[in-house]
Structure formats: structure tokens, C-alpha cells
């Protein structure tokens, strides 16, 4: 097992170096970059696309000269070339590359071109809000889900199966954002009650509360956007469960414990639960990454909420490449080592499983 290990985190640098270089290439051909934002801006044009989309359309942006930025008629040449030195602009693609993953290996993701803050503080200042989602999102779909999804498989065709079915068909129906709005509209004020507040994740006065008072003010500012968090999730893995328990009584291992006089709780939860889990698990990663690092934009906004999603947004639409870059690495590397540790969790929940005999 340590040998398959090492080569998992092997892998993990080409498959990182490959994340990279993709998406530094895309960037390439985008138009509209960081130098074009701040030059729009100073000539008064506003968002930068509006330019784009209005007259450089005929032309071959890709071999724009520094004369030829949107916005930057009436600019000395001089002024241009400045701010392609301080952006780094100035070298070749290949040397900002090779310079931008030396920092990212020593853990040095820069500064913001327009936050004037470095990417890791820009990072752990947003953090609160998606480890709030993520982790309670992940943990309320999974605590409601697989117990939901072993009852559902072991009384398939009942009316109970039928109408959590149901239930869980119209959840899984209804998208994030539209059910974030039917509970603002419902509880938050928006016609009918005002039970739970509608913005940020704690009181303004938050700090001049006692602890049992900060931990109830924090879970009455998260319930709404963590329900509407979870409620896509829910649904998905709730079938899932479902379908691998389903498959799994039904094989001859199931019949032939039967057979030997165990109890059903023991046939269950001692021979079908390791095997019916390993499937639910192998989705934990793409689970985990998405809510937690992801973030929702459309539900981080309408619950006034400053988190991950609305700053990679933010960033992409500025062309701000230190965050872009700096949050797409770190991510990266974290969602690849997430996977590894699923490994380990087939081995503990299976002993069977042995990855190095299969390799």
C-alpha cells in the first residue's frame, strides 16, 4: 500500500503541471486582459468588453501591438509599456509560466493586481464562508442520505419508497437558486416570515455575545443557505445509496448469509454496507471540492454572502490571473490529494480491496 502511495503523489505533480499549463494557455487568447481593464478604466469606457464585443471583432486580437489596447488612445506608449512591466507582461509566455510555478511550489501565489492584498490572505479572508457550506452542506447530505437510501433499498416498492422517491424527485427538480429564493421569500422576510436573518453569517453585534449566544446566532444566520446548499446533493446521493444497497442485497453473498440464520441488521450492516458504500464514497471527492471550494455564486449572493464562488467570479471577469492562478493550483492540489485519502477510505471500510496487488 505505501508503494501505491508514493506513486498516487507522484502523479499528483504531472497532473497538476497539466492543470496549469491548460488553463495558462486559455489565457493566452482571452481577450480583454488585466492592462486593458486598467486602461478602460482610465479613459472612462467602463467594462472593458463593451469594447470588445463593440469593435474587435474584425480585428486579430492576438496580435494586438501595446498601441492597440482597448482604451488606450490618448496614453503615451510609455505609460503602456510601465504597466506591462509591473503586471510582468513584458516577458516572453513561456518565462511568466515557468516564473509563476516556482513561486506556486515554494506556496508564493502573489498579490491581486487589484485588491493590493496577497492571493493566500485574499483566500483565508473568504474562507469562513465556504467552509460553512461545504462542511455542513457535505455533512447533512450524507447524514440524511445514506440512512435514507439503506431504508429506501431494504423496503423497495413499499409506499415509503415510493413517496420519498417522489420527494426526492421534486428536490432534486428544484435548482439551488430557486429554492434559496423560496426560502428568503418564505422566512427571511421576503412576504411572509421573518425568522431567519438574510445577510452575512453572524450579528453585527456578534463579539459582545457569550459563547452558547455566538454558536446560536452563527447556526441562525446559516440555516437557509446551507438548505439551499444541500438540497441538490441530498437528492443525488440519496438514489445512489439506494441503487448500490439495491444491487448489492440482491447478489448471492446476501441469499447465502440469509441462509445461515443472521439477522437482518447483521446481513445489512456486516456484509452489504462495506461493499454498498464503496460507490457513495468514490463521489465523496467531486462532493467535497465542489460545495466546499466552489462555493455557489447565485446563493453566496443572495444571502449577502462574500465567499469563494463570488471571488473566483470576480476574478475570472477582472482578469485577475494571481487569484485565478493562485486559487485554481491550490485547489487543484488539494482535490487530487482528497482523492488519495478516498483510496485509503476503500481500505478501511473493504480490506479486501488491495490497490497494490492490482498494480
Not at 36 to 43: D, P, S, V
Not at 153 to 180: E, K
Not at 219 to 246: D, E, M, Q, R, Y
Request: charged share 15%.
Amino acid at each position: 500500500m505505501g508503494a501505491y502511495i508514493l506513486r498516487r503523489l507522484l502523479l499528483v505533480i504531472p497532473t497538476l503541471l497539466g492543470i496549469m499549463i491548460i488553463n495558462f494557455s486559455l489565457t493566452q487568447f482571452v481577450p480583454g486582459g488585466p492592462i486593458e481593464q486598467i486602461l478602460a478604466n482610465l479613459e472612462g469606457q467602463g467594462n472593458v468588453f463593451e469594447g470588445i464585443s463593440g469593435g474587435a471583432g474584425d480585428a486579430d486580437i492576438g496580435q494586438q501591438t501595446e498601441s492597440d489596447y482597448i482604451g488606450a488612445r490618448g496614453l503615451p506608449p510609455e505609460f503602456i509599456a510601465q504597466l506591462e512591466r509591473e503586471f510582468g507582461f513584458d516577458k516572453p509566455p513561456l518565462e511568466r509560466f515557468l516564473n509563476m510555478m516556482w513561486n506556486y511550489m515554494r506556496f508564493d501565489f502573489g498579490e491581486s493586481y487589484f485588491r493590493s492584498i496577497s492571493v493566500f490572505d485574499l483566500v483565508i479572508e473568504k474562507m469562513p464562508v465556504s467552509i460553512t457550506l461545504g462542511l455542513w452542506s457535505t455533512l447533512i447530505a450524507y447524514l440524511i442520505s445514506i440512512p435514507l437510501g439503506i431504508k429506501k433499498a431494504v423496503r423497495d416498492g413499499t409506499p415509503f419508497d415510493t413517496w420519498t422517491s417522489g420527494a426526492i424527485i421534486v428536490g432534486y427538480a428544484i435548482p439551488g437558486f430557486l429554492f434559496a429564493i423560496l426560502l428568503i421569500v418564505l422566512f427571511a422576510g421576503g412576504s411572509y416570515w421573518r425568522i431567519f436573518p438574510l445577510r452575512g453569517l453572524t450579528s453585527s453585534n456578534f463579539e459582545d455575545l457569550t459563547l452558547i449566544g455566538k454558536i446560536l446566532d452563527y447556526f441562525w444566520h446559516i440555516t437557509l443557505p446551507v438548505l439551499a446548499s444541500t438540497i441538490s446533493a441530498f437528492a443525488t446521493l440519496t438514489l445512489l445509496t439506494k441503487n448500490s444497497f439495491l444491487d448489492e442485497i440482491k447478489k448471492q453473498y446476501v441469499i447465502t448469509a440469509r441462509a445461515k440464520g443472521l439477522s437482518e441488521s447483521r446481513v445489512l450492516y456486516g456484509h452489504v454496507f462495506r461493499n454498498g458504500m464503496l460507490i457513495v464514497i468514490s463521489g465523496f471527492p467531486a462532493l467535497f471540492i465542489g460545495v466546499f471550494f466552489g462555493g455557489s455564486l447565485i446563493i453566496e449572493t443572495l444571502f449577502s454572502l462574500d465567499g469563494l464562488g463570488r471571488l473566483g467570479f470576480e476574478a475570472a471577469v477582472a482578469r485577475d490571473y494571481p487569484v485565478v492562478f493562485g486559487t485554481l493550483f491550490a485547489f487543484s492540489l488539494i482535490g487530487l490529494v482528497v482523492g488519495i485519502l478516498t483510496d485509503l477510505t476503500y481500505v478501511l471500510i473493504d480490506p479486501r480491496i488491495d490497490f497494490e496487488a492490482r498494480n
